[in-house]
């Protein structure tokens, strides 16, 4: 009578047989992981991809994890049936589905409370995927009470259970990983692990009121996914990508976003830059093609392609270019060939591959005299393509007097960006310059700083002379740096002075905390 009160749905048990017990388990570990897996992709067109999204998500799911198990195993010793387990699996359906609803709900309410980048991740994270983590979580204790028939094969009856959960947990971690995620959607996805969720809730039911919920819930969801927008205009495995036309002072264009980054404004003009450190850049080609004078043509390599705004400018301006572009995601490259333009068959050729990875196997035997650093955010910065290491691979791939820059995002009050990059480059270039995007570079507030190093000293002279030939040619008309702010460059005892007091960090591959250094620009940017 003891072992029957202890194991009260036992004769329930012996009719569903181990396989379906097993199913129910496998569909809920399978589920738990997608959603895990799904939910960095989920956070980053909001929050971005860095170190504390994954914290949050992993964090948050694993506290799920914890009291789940803890409530499923008291719902196991109080009597639940597998009417129980068929309720869960309805609830944890309709809560994945509900979730996508309030991920820019709450996005907004954390932009408007302007909480600091860890806060900010674990509060979305939190609110989206805590509630599917905590109810899948109760399956498998559930599923294991109702399983023991005998305790003397505890032992095996639980180890094979949570050999199942395990199994499942590795599939949806590939599958969500390799297949999933490059293929389909997040909508997709999130709806496609409600719809299965309700199924199983279904068919665990036998009939009754979860069956009906489940079917209702379903209904409901279905209706409701069809009339929802896409959750991005592309999304590749990498980013997702918007499109969108959209209007500036320089007239009419295309603004493409990579996550939440508005990385390019396109015009239908390559010449006109929208941003100001691209007019640098473009002061850059000019003074390159003048120390040059014609006696080859000049080479270039964009790290990031993005919206290819300065590749497109440079093979406009000087079309005998060598000009090259590694970009780590294919589906940026086939986008802009779809919808922005860029001719697959010009002169602008494309390396999809990891630019570390890249310019570590000989850039493909290629030397630059320009490498242009055009991955980097305020939201999220490859620490892999900050370090000294991933620098000397950039010296090894610049043709003698070429210069690597790179645009850098920092507060110069609150920041330690800019003097940690200064810091790490000066270990490996001997000669480094910095131009703010204006004089009054020490003003609070975020600001973009281009860092230009090279083997050889910057001839001021003809930096200046180059600016007034970029401007003259009208290199972003109508444009809002002046040439006296494209032209200034900061002094060494300004180098120095901010390496100082800002406190740089060596930044090398076994140390590259750039998450941390980048979130204060998170509160800044508001």
């Keep these: 009578m003891e072992q029957q009160k202890q194991k009260p749905d036992a004769s329930a048990v012996a009719k569903r047989g181990s ?58 010793e109080r009597g639940a049936r597998w009417k129980s387990v068929a309720t869960i699996f309805a609830f944890a359906g309709f809560a994945a589905a509900v979730s996508f609803y309030t991920f820019a709900p709450t ?7 302007g909480l600091p980048m860890a806060l900010a991740t674990f509060v979305f994270a939190l609110v989206g995927f805590f509630p599917v983590s905590l109810l899948l979580s109760m399956v498998t204790p559930i599923v294991i009470t109702l399983s023991l028939t005998s305790l003397n094969k505890t032992g095996t009856t639980v180890g094979r259970i949570y050999a199942v959960s395990a199994l499942a947990s590795i599939a949806g971690t590939f599958a969500a990983g390799y297949l999933l995620i ?36 379903a ?5 409701v996914s069809l009339l929802t927008p896409k959750f991005c205009f592309v999304e590749s495995a990498y980013y997702c990508i918007s499109v969108d036309p959209s209007q500036s002072e320089r007239g009419s264009g295309y603004r493409f976003v990579l996550d939440r980054l508005t990385h390019s404004f396109i015009f239908a003009d390559p010449d006109i830059l929208e941003y100001d450190y691209e007019t640098v850049y473009g002061v850059v080609t000019e003074y390159m093609n003048d120390r040059l004078g014609g006696k080859r043509a000049m080479r270039t390599l964009s790290v990031g392609g993005g919206g290819y705004t300065m590749p497109k400018n440079v093979i406009d301006n000087f079309p005998d270019a060598q000009v090259d572009v590694v970009e780590i995601d294919p589906t940026v490259t086939e986008t802009n060939v779809r919808y922005l333009g860029l001719d697959p068959y010009g002169g602008i050729r494309t390396y999809n591959e990891d630019a570390r990875m890249f310019l570590a196997q000989g850039a493909d ?34 043709a003698p007097g070429g210069i690597y820059a790179l645009n850098s995002i920092d507060d110069f009050e609150r920041g330690r960006v800019l003097a940690s990059f200064l810091r790490t480059i000066g270990q490996v ?17 975020r600001n973009t700083f281009m860092i230009l190093a090279s083997e050889q000293p910057l001839d001021r002279y003809a930096w200046d002379t180059a600016a007034d030939e970029a401007f003259a040619r009208h290199i972003a008309a109508p444009q809002s740096l002046a040439v006296a702010d494209a032209k200034f460059l900061l002094s060494a005892e300004e180098l120095t002075e901010i390496e100082d007091e800002r406190q740089g960090i060596l930044l090398t591959d076994n140390y590259a905390p750039m998450d941390s250094l980048t979130a204060p620009l998170f509160t800044s940017r508001r």
């Design 107 to 113: 996005a907004n309410l954390i932009y408007g409370l």
């Design 182 to 217: 490059p293929l389909l959607g997040v909508k997709t996805i999130v709806m496609s692990v409600s719809a299965v969720l309700l199924l199983a809730g279904i068919l665990a039911s036998r009939g009754g009121s979860a069956r009906e919920v489940s079917v209702m819930a």
């Design 365 to 398: 035997g290629n030397r630059y005299d320009i490498v242009f650093g055009d991955a980097f955010n305020d939201y999220s910065i490859p620490y892999h393509l900050t370090t000294v290491e991933f620098l000397e691979s950039v010296r090894s791939a610049l």
């Design 429 to 445: 270039f001997p000669y480094v310059e910095v131009s703010p995007m204006g004089q009054d570079w020490r003003k609070g507030g």
């Design 219 to 223: 209904v409901v969801l279905l209706w």
């Design 19 to 76: 396989a379906e017990a097993h199913a129910y388990v496998f569909i809920a570990s399978f589920c738990l992981m997608v959603i895990e897996l799904v939910a960095g992709r989920i956070m980053a067109p909001y929050l971005g991809s860095s170190l504390y999204t994954w914290t949050s998500v992993i964090g948050v799911v694993l506290a799920g994890v914890t009291l789940g198990n803890y409530s499923g195993g008291v719902l196991a």
